[in-house]
C-alpha cells in the first residue's frame, strides 16, 4: 500500500497555503508518525508545535517546522475525507432500513456505513461491531468525542438476533472502555414491537443510565416499515396505544434521571408524539437539543422558531398565493402555522399538501423519504398557486435530486410550476411564505 496521503486541496491563505505545500504533495508524517487516517491526522496536527514531512511529486521531501496556535488546522484537505477507505457495516439488522430498499435506486443508497470515524466527524451511530480494539483505544488516546451509538437493547443474546451478529452483544463492552476514558457518548434505540420495547426497553433504559454523565443523551425513535420487506424479520408498525405506553414509560424515566442529575436523558423521537396524539414537550425537556438528526424536538424547535419569527410580524395587505408539501408526519403541525400566517396576512393562501408515501407505504411519513414521483403523482390538477415550497430534507445534501433521482427541475416541468426549497428553521419557513428568502 502507498504511504502517506495525497493533498487535494489546500485552502488560500492557511498555515499549509504558506509553507508551500500543494496539490498533488503527499503528506507522510506529523512530529515522526505516520498518518494512517483522519484519526491520526486531527490529534496530531492539533498541537502548537509540529514538524510535518511532506514529499513533492518529484519525490523530494520537505520537513517543515510549523509554530501556531492549539488546534489551529493547516487548511489541507485529502481525496478521501477519512484519509482511508470507508468501513461497511457487517450487521443485518432487522429494522435496518438499507434492506427495505427497492432495486434499481442509486449505487450510494445501499451503502450502510458503521464506521468510528464517521460517528466523530459527522455524528454519524455505530454498532460498535465494526470496531477493533485499536479503535477504542485511539478514541480514548486522542479523546475523540461524542461517538454516537446504536444500542437498541443490553441485553446481549437479544442484541445479537436483532443484529443477526453473533459478535453483538459483547461489543457493548467497547462502552464501558469509552466511559471508562471519559468519552462523551449519544445513544440511540431502534424500537422493534414485541422484540426491544416493554420490559426490555425498560432493561435497557435502566442499564444505560450507568453511563451518565459521559453517555449525555439516548433517543428512542419507531421503526421505519417500508413496504419491500419481502424475506425480512416479521416487524408490526406500532398503534396510537403502544405509542402512549412508550411515552409514558420514557417519561417515568425522565422524571427519575432529572430529579439525580438534572437532565431528561432519555428522548422520545416527534413521531411517537404525533401517533399517540400528544403535543411534543416543551423546549426544556429536550437539554438543549442534542439529538435533532435523529428526530427529537424538530417540531418542538420549528414551531417555537415560527412562532418567535410571527410575532415580530406586523401583518400587511400583501397578496400571494403558493402551495407547500410536506410529509403526513409534520402535517398537523405545519397546518396550525400556515393558518396562523394567513390569519396575520389575509391575502396570502397557501394549499398545504401533504403526500402520501405511495414509493415506501403509507406507514412512512417522513418529508425526508418523499419522492419526485410522489410529489409529481399527487400534485398534479392540485391548486399550486405561483410557487411549490418543499423542505430541503426531501433532497439530496449537496443537489437537487430527490431519492428516485428525479430532479427539481423534472419536477417543476411536470407541475408547471417554480420550486422553492426552504431550509430547516421557523423564520426560513416564514420568509418562504412571505416570499422574502
Not at 488560500?12 to 504558506?18: F, K, L, T, Y
Not at 487516517?37 to 519525490?59: A, C, M, R, S, T
Not at 400571494?320 to 393558518?339: C, F, N, Q, W
Not at 393562501?349 to 417522513?366: A, M, P, Q, S, W
Request: with cysteine; hydrophobic share 35%; glycine share 8%.
Amino acid at each position: 500500500m502507498a504511504r502517506g496521503h495525497v493533498v487535494s486541496l489546500v485552502q488560500p491563505g492557511s498555515i499549509g497555503d504558506e509553507m508551500g505545500i500543494e496539490p498533488g504533495d503527499i503528506l507522510l508524517e506529523i512530529n515522526g508518525n505516520e498518518i494512517l487516517d483522519v484519526f491520526d491526522y486531527h490529534y496530531y496536527v492539533d498541537d502548537e508545535n509540529i514538524v510535518v514531512l511532506i514529499e513533492k511529486p518529484n519525490g523530494e521531501q520537505w520537513e517543515l517546522e510549523i509554530d501556531k496556535d492549539e488546534e489551529e488546522g493547516l487548511g489541507l484537505e485529502f481525496g478521501q475525507s477519512l484519509m482511508d477507505e470507508y468501513r461497511s457495516c457487517r450487521n443485518k439488522c432487522m429494522f435496518c432500513f438499507i434492506d427495505q430498499m427497492p432495486a434499481g435506486m442509486r449505487d450510494t443508497l445501499y451503502f450502510k456505513d458503521d464506521d468510528s470515524r464517521l460517528s466523530f466527524l459527522q455524528g454519524n451511530y455505530i454498532t460498535l461491531t465494526n470496531m477493533s480494539d485499536h479503535d477504542v483505544e485511539r478514541i480514548v488516546k486522542y479523546h475523540l468525542e461524542p461517538i454516537n451509538i446504536s444500542f437498541q437493547t443490553t441485553n446481549p443474546a437479544l442484541r445479537c438476533k436483532m443484529l443477526h451478529n453473533r459478535f453483538a452483544g459483547d461489543a457493548l463492552k467497547k462502552v464501558d472502555i469509552l466511559y471508562r476514558g471519559g468519552i462523551e457518548m449519544n445513544g440511540q434505540i431502534v424500537l422493534c414491537k414485541g422484540v426491544n420495547d416493554k420490559e426490555e426497553l425498560e432493561r435497557t433504559i435502566r442499564d444505560l443510565t450507568g453511563y451518565l454523565p459521559f453517555l449525555r443523551s439516548v433517543s428512542v425513535v419507531p421503526v421505519g416499515l417500508s413496504k419491500f420487506r419481502d424475506g425480512l424479520y416479521p416487524l408490526e408498525p406500532f398503534t396510537k396505544e403502544d405509542a402512549k405506553e412508550v411515552l409514558q414509560l420514557i417519561g417515568r424515566w425522565q422524571d427519575k434521571i432529572y430529579e439525580e442529575y438534572g437532565i431528561h436523558f432519555i428522548h422520545a423521537g416527534d413521531e411517537w408524539y404525533i401517533l399517540a396524539e400528544e403535543e411534543v414537550p416543551e423546549e426544556g425537556s429536550y437539554d438543549g437539543y442534542l439529538q435533532l438528526e435523529n428526530g427529537v424536538g424538530m417540531l418542538r424547535l420549528l414551531k417555537d422558531e415560527f412562532e418567535e419569527g410571527i410575532v415580530a410580524l406586523t401583518g400587511d395587505g400583501r397578496v400571494r398565493e403558493i402551495s407547500l408539501a410536506t410529509g403526513k408526519l409534520a402535517y398537523p403541525y405545519l397546518k396550525k402555522m400556515v393558518d396562523r400566517l394567513e390569519e396575520k396576512f389575509p391575502n396570502i393562501k397557501v394549499h398545504l399538501y401533504d403526500i402520501r408515501n405511495d414509493f415506501f407505504g403509507e406507514n412512512i411519513t417522513v418529508s425526508g423519504l418523499i419522492t419526485g414521483q410522489d410529489l409529481m403523482t399527487q400534485l398534479q390538477r392540485k391548486k399550486l398557486g405561483e410557487v411549490l415550497l418543499i423542505p430541503c430534507n426531501m433532497l439530496k445534501t449537496d443537489e437537487d435530486i430527490f431519492l428516485d433521482d428525479f430532479t427539481v427541475r423534472e419536477v417543476e416541468s411536470a407541475l408547471q410550476v417554480p420550486v422553492d426549497i426552504v431550509k430547516s428553521s421557523g423564520q426560513d419557513l416564514i420568509d418562504a411564505i412571505l416570499g422574502e428568502n
